[in-house]
């Protein structure tokens, strides 16, 4: 005897997944043929260009729009779209955030983070670790812990700069689970003074509490067209950095990537 269950979810949920599956089956792939470009860029990075006819089925059509200016040197920037972003700081750590980098980013299990962790603290070098709070208390004494870190010797300059008041910015608003207060280093400390992975996630710690103080990012987001021999047009896609804040710190969410130089309108 066999039993099937089905509910109000798992109806609509089976046809979704049987309709995808109809047509992946009857899917016929069928060939294209597009044009690339590459541009120089600053220090001799590269950026490749995307024709905005973009896909043609029909290769000789293609051959022909290329031979046209496969000799041509350069491109012409005609048009430039741009819109102000931000790129929001963080809120204070809690112990699933501090899990879920741990695990990504140095391969970390569970139970050795918050084994790694809970040894910290019992140092004192950071606080109490098991917290589902990313909010500060309303006297939450943030000079205390950056007079800590002001003279320590990779983010010690961060530190006294927000000190003073430059890029220092009051922490977003997170959830207050009425526990612990988010994760925060407490005593400085250097690489030579803890383990290979002490450090990692001291570091993470640290870094992410400094951002999380500091200023949003700002940035253009830049849409640009190019002529090329003023006969077929390309575009490229990206960001220019405006303000750095929190990013500065905590490097690793930087979208270097995307960055592409400043043009105007003639280059």
């Given at each position: 005897?066999?039993?099937?269950t089905y509910g109000p979810c798992?109806?609509?949920?089976?046809?979704?997944?049987?309709?995808?599956?109809?047509?992946?089956?009857?899917?016929?792939?069928?060939?294209?043929?597009?044009?690339?470009?590459?541009?120089?860029?600053?220090?001799?990075?590269?950026?490749?260009?995307?024709?905005?006819?973009?896909?043609?089925?029909?290769?000789?059509?293609?051959?022909?729009?290329?031979?046209?200016?496969?000799?041509?040197?350069?491109?012409?920037?005609?048009?430039?779209?741009?819109?102000?972003?931000?790129?929001?700081?963080?809120?204070?750590?809690?112990?699933?955030?501090?899990?879920?980098?741990?695990?990504?980013t140095y391969g970390m299990s569970?139970?050795?983070?918050?084994?790694?962790?809970?040894?910290?603290?019992?140092?004192?070098?950071?606080?109490?670790?098991?917290?589902?709070?990313?909010?500060?208390?309303?006297?939450?004494?943030?000079?205390?812990?950056?007079?800590?870190?002001?003279?320590?010797?990779?983010?010690?300059?961060?530190?006294?700069?927000?000190?003073?008041?430059?890029?220092?910015?009051?922490?977003?608003?997170?959830?207050?689970?009425?526990?612990?207060?988010?994760?925060?280093?407490?005593?400085?400390?250097?690489?030579?003074?803890?383990?290979?992975?002490?450090?990692?996630?001291?570091?993470?710690?640290?870094?992410?509490?400094?951002?999380?103080?500091?200023?949003?990012?700002?940035?253009?987001?830049?849409?640009?067209?190019?002529?090329?021999?003023?006969?077929?047009?390309?575009?490229?896609?990206?960001?220019?950095?405006?303000?750095?804040?929190?990013?500065?710190?905590?490097?690793?969410?930087?979208?270097?990537?995307?960055?592409?130089?400043?043009?105007?309108?003639?280059?």
């Amino acid at each position: 005897m066999h039993m099937i269950t089905y509910g109000p979810c798992q109806t609509p949920t089976l046809g979704f997944c049987v309709d995808q599956a109809e047509k992946i089956k009857k899917f016929v792939p069928e060939p294209y043929w597009s044009i690339e470009t590459v541009i120089a860029g600053d220090k001799g990075k590269a950026f490749q260009l995307k024709w905005t006819r973009g896909k043609i089925f029909e290769r000789s059509v293609v051959q022909i729009l290329h031979s046209r200016f496969c000799s041509v040197s350069s491109a012409e920037v005609i048009d430039i779209e741009k819109s102000k972003k931000y790129k929001g700081k963080p809120a204070g750590l809690n112990t699933v955030k501090m899990l879920k980098v741990a695990s990504k980013t140095y391969g970390m299990s569970a139970h050795d983070t918050m084994r790694i962790a809970e040894h910290l603290y019992l140092r004192g070098f950071i606080t109490y670790p098991r917290t589902e709070s990313t909010t500060y208390s309303s006297n939450f004494n943030f000079e205390e812990i950056l007079q800590q870190h002001q003279s320590h010797p990779e983010w010690g300059y961060y530190a006294a700069a927000l000190l003073r008041g430059e890029g220092f910015s009051k922490p977003q608003k997170g959830v207050d689970a009425g526990d612990h207060p988010p994760i925060t280093p407490v005593l400085s400390a250097t690489k030579s003074e803890l383990g290979d992975r002490e450090w990692k996630l001291y570091q993470f710690i640290t870094k992410t509490f400094l951002g999380s103080i500091s200023e949003d990012a700002v940035y253009d987001e830049v849409r640009v067209r190019f002529a090329v021999g003023q006969l077929e047009t390309f575009k490229l896609k990206g960001i220019v950095l405006k303000k750095r804040g929190f990013l500065e710190i905590m490097t690793w969410q930087a979208q270097n990537d995307k960055e592409i130089p400043t043009y105007k309108i003639g280059d």
